[in-house]
């Protein structure tokens, strides 16, 4: 059973550019979420998908947007990159159906650097 | 705001020795999740343990287990007969209750701990 799997694990940008970091979710889960965990911090919550709609977001600039497919992956995209956007980007999938025992599985990340 | 605070940036232990990591966090829910996930060098976020806010008993896995104290908003993580495959990062982490079809993950800052042979 593959895991929650993300490309790719390493990226190189130019502040200014745009990217595209991609999710694929853990056999069985439809709901993504997406965190960026700088370097010796915790992950921060960017939004999360379910059913192709953005259902929450956390504190962060309209540079950071997503899309679900209706096979449940997902992307990231950040717009005008900046230094500060360098980071881990961790894909999270779970399923609703499991109600209240719901919980996250990670994939191993995508590390942007933005130079 | 939910938070979560891990006090101790870094920890050593002994191997075959027992640790504790802590944690406490800042909520007003009733109905909420604690979770313990560790972050080897290979970046993949692993489940360490996990506690639901509406039971009392502490969880346990093996050689992990937890103390939560609901009143006080402490969770910490007790790791015994540590081993070093136990080195790594630990996040605890707070999940928001499921509403509206939606929750998310709250982190602490994490602790990194070492394993001494």
Redesign the interface.
Known sequence: DAGVTQSPTHLIKTRGQQVTLRCSPKSGHDTVSWYQQALGQGPQFIFQYYEEEERQRGNFPDRFSGHQFPNYSSELNVNALLLGDSALYLCASSSPWTGRNTEAFFGQGTRLTVV | AQT?TQSQPEMSVQEAETVTLSCTYDTSESDY?L?W?KQPP????I?VI?Q?AYKQQNATENRFSVNFQKAAKSFSLKISDSQLGDAAMY?C?Y?TP?T???????????TRLKVLA
């Not at chain 2, 290979?42 to 976020?45: A, D, E, K, P, T």
């Open positions: 979560v999740y979770f996930y290979s970046r993949q976020m489940l996990r639901e996040f982490a999940r499921y509206s079809g939606t929750y998310k993950y709250i982190f602490g800052t994490g």
